[in-house]
Structures are given as structure tokens and as C-alpha cells.
């Protein structure tokens, strides 16, 4: 999967909030990506019948530390989305201007 191009012709406030906005929302596609693939690992480790109670709380560890990082990512995206959500509300009340 190729990534994705965001491109503004003409660099205005509206533009670049919506920027943002598509970012968050990339960011957040990956997210549910990794998180289905976190799943995947669980099931497939307990599926797997030469598995013992070591592997499976190994597994289960690894899925922890990945959660526990997408966490601090989602607080992130959080105060971001914060900060553009004013500006995307001023760009609402404006007249429309030509696409980004």
C-alpha cells in the first residue's frame, strides 16, 4: 500500500486545517489496521496447539506495550484534532473558497 499524498495548491488556514484533519484521519485508519492485526496475533496464538500458558502471556504482553503506545498516539491525535476543531468552525461561518 502506497502512502497517501495531502497537497494544498494555495496555503490558506481552511486548507491546511483540512490537511490536518485528513491526517488524523489517515493515523487513525492505521491504527484500527494494527489493532485488527493485534487480534489476529491473540487468535492465532491460541489456535496453535503446542502453546503453553509462557507463549500465550508473551503474546499477551507484546499486544499490552503495542495498546499501551496507540494509546499515547490516540492522545496525541486527541490534542491535535483540539487545536483544528476552532479553526475548522471559522472556515464553516466563511464563504466557501476554491478547493484545496
Given at each position: 500500500?502506497?502512502?497517501p499524498k495531502i497537497e494544498c495548491e494555495h496555503i490558506e488556514t481552511c486548507c491546511a486545517a483540512a490537511s490536518l484533519l485528513?491526517?488524523?484521519a489517515l493515523e487513525e485508519t492505521a491504527i484500527s489496521h494494527i489493532l485488527n492485526a493485534e487480534g489476529e496475533k491473540i487468535q492465532k496464538v491460541l489456535t496453535l496447539h503446542n502453546c503453553d500458558s509462557k507463549d500465550i502471556l508473551e503474546v499477551n504482553k507484546s499486544v499490552q506495550d503495542t495498546i499501551d503506545?496507540?494509546?499515547d498516539l490516540e492522545t496525541i491525535l486527541?490534542?491535535?484534532l483540539d487545536l483544528i476543531v476552532p479553526i475548522l468552525d471559522e472556515c464553516d461561518k466563511k464563504p466557501p473558497?476554491?478547493?484545496c
Open positions: 500500500m502506497s502512502m485528513q491526517s488524523i503506545k496507540i494509546t486527541k490534542a491535535k473558497k476554491p478547493e
